[in-house]
């Protein structure tokens, strides 16, 4: 299929509300599962492990995201007339950093249960936090003004994007040299007597994964048409209220 901008944006238009739904479907199934079934992650009692469950999920699609606009800004940099790819960096960025963001919210609200702070230097944290400011300095970068500059923008954002992906793993481990991990994993996994946490995290990662695809999807739509808002298909489409 030729996914030239006017083909994705009709594609991302149908398939956006059948994400939605199933991203809404998953967080039914979570609450279900919580008040229903669950014996030591039910919503209302003393133990938060709930959070991080979610925590861990939203940091899985958060880190996911960064190294996906960290490959989909190499490409971007090295086919010169992809529209389409710049749209795609140019969604992807925000929806990471809202999963960056609930990621280190959910951590800081468990971790003051775990260590009686809301921040610790542990290294998850501190790589999120990381994250999140790479994630800042691609958008801010690539929003810089001056449409003639443009393409110039998107390539120096793709950069830093790309710097970002090869620091991160190299500051991640080298920090844990420091700063050996307050929090392990592998008790927090077992913590719920070994059935909460593989469904609860599947059922959230499943919901964050199904909503951070639509909402990029959605940017990405908005992003071709203010690039794209000159082309003839837009006009055209336009003038025939399909867009």
Not at 10 to 34: D, E, T, Y
Not at 72 to 80: A, C, D, G, N, Q
Not at 181 to 193: A, E, K, P, T
Request: charge should be neutral; charged fraction near 10%; aromatic fraction near 12%.
């Amino acid at each position: 299929m030729n996914l030239a901008p006017k083909n994705f944006y009709l594609m991302a238009g149908s398939v956006i509300p059948k994400l939605l739904v199933f991203a809404g479907a998953l967080l039914v199934a979570c609450i279900v599962w919580m008040f229903a079934f669950s014996s030591t992650t039910a919503i209302g009692t003393a133990d938060i492990y709930w959070v991080f469950y979610a925590h861990l999920a939203a940091s899985v699609v958060s880190v996911g995201s960064f190294f996906m606009l960290a490959i989909m800004s190499l490409v971007m940099i090295l086919r010169k007339d992809s529209t389409l790819t710049a749209a795609l960096t140019m969604a992807i960025a925000p929806t990471g950093i809202l999963m960056t963001v609930f990621a280190i919210g959910a951590g800081a609200l468990f971790g003051r249960t775990l260590w009686g702070v809301y921040w610790v230097w542990d290294l998850r944290l501190t790589g999120l936090l990381i994250q999140m400011l790479f994630f800042f300095a691609f958008i801010t970068i690539a929003n810089t003004p001056g449409l003639s500059l443009q393409r110039q923008n998107d390539v120096r954002a793709g950069w830093v994007a790309i710097f970002g992906a090869v620091l991160l793993p190299v500051a991640y481990f080298s920090f844990d040299l420091v700063t050996p991990m307050q929090h392990d994993l592998g008790n927090s996994l077992g913590r719920s007597s070994g059935q909460d946490a593989p469904i609860l995290i599947s059922i959230m990662l499943g919901m964050f994964i199904t909503y951070a695809t639509a909402m990029i999807l959605a940017r990405t739509r908005t992003v071709i048409l203010e690039r794209e808002h000159r082309a003839v298909w837009a006009q055209d489409d336009a003038l025939e209220g399909v867009l």
